[in-house]
T-cell receptor, first 118, second 110 residues
């Protein structure tokens, strides 16, 4: 069964460093998302992406964050200068979208990347 | 503000019991509502999606209902098993994003 994959599974970085989290969405999906979950807290929406542009972003997704779909398969989240409070599990998700059957609206999540900022 | 609340926060039941998890949301202008399962330290597994025009959705031992006007959804789990132990998350879709509840931690004792 197709699934969303994410790399790395765990990333440790120093405060102020840039990190890039990578995701491979399900191959025929059209909508892509990033969410994060700080330990012990709710899953929070960061950004949605469709047709090569951001369709919605949250207040968390400030100028330090960016997303990119550099080719036909990868979807990346970049944090330019990490802060301690960026430590969280980051989830990528994808959705089939308009051109699908009853399952088209289901968001499928990857296993996550645990980011630790020291 | 769009908020999602889940009760109870935790639930412990003996194996075989039927149980109900509750989800409420403040903004009824939803697109869809999705229930997920999350195992410790793992990703989110989609269980069921109910479209805003639907009242109910079933998958195996799971049944989810939606009452958009009252801002409520329930997840019914029949004949619970120890393997059902996990955190269950309710997520409401508004536009291009999911808004999550804090989850219900379920423990099914054998």
């Amino acid at each position: 069964e197709p699934e969303v994959t994410q790399t790395p599974s765990h990333q440790v970085t120093q405060m102020g460093q840039e990190v890039i989290l990578r995701c491979v969405p399900i191959s025929n999906h059209l909508y892509f998302y990033w969410y994060r979950q700080i330990l012990g807290q709710k899953v929070e929406f960061l950004v949605s992406f469709y047709n090569n542009e951001i369709s919605e972003k949250s207040e968390i997704f400030d100028d330090q964050f960016s997303v990119e779909r550099p080719d036909g398969s990868n979807f990346t989240l970049k944090i330019r200068s990490t802060k301690l409070e960026d430590s969280a599990m980051y989830f990528c998700a994808s959705r089939l979208g308009l051109a699908g059957g009853p399952d088209r609206n289901t968001q499928y999540f990857g296993p996550g990347t645990r980011l630790t900022v020291l | 503000k769009q908020e999602v609340t889940q009760i109870p926060a935790a639930l412990s039941v003996p194996e075989g019991e039927n149980l109900v998890l509750n989800c409420s949301f403040t903004d009824s202008a939803i697109y869809n509502l999705q229930w997920f399962r999350q195992d410790p330290g793992k990703g989110l597994t989609s269980l069921l999606l109910i479209q805003s025009s639907q009242r109910e959705q079933t998958s195996g031992r799971l049944n989810a209902s939606l009452d958009k006007s009252s801002g409520r959804s329930t997840l019914y789990i029949a004949a619970s098993q120890p393997g059902d132990s996990a955190t269950y998350l309710c997520a409401v879709e508004y536009g291009n994003k999911l808004v999550f509840g804090a989850g219900t931690i379920l423990r099914v004792k054998s």
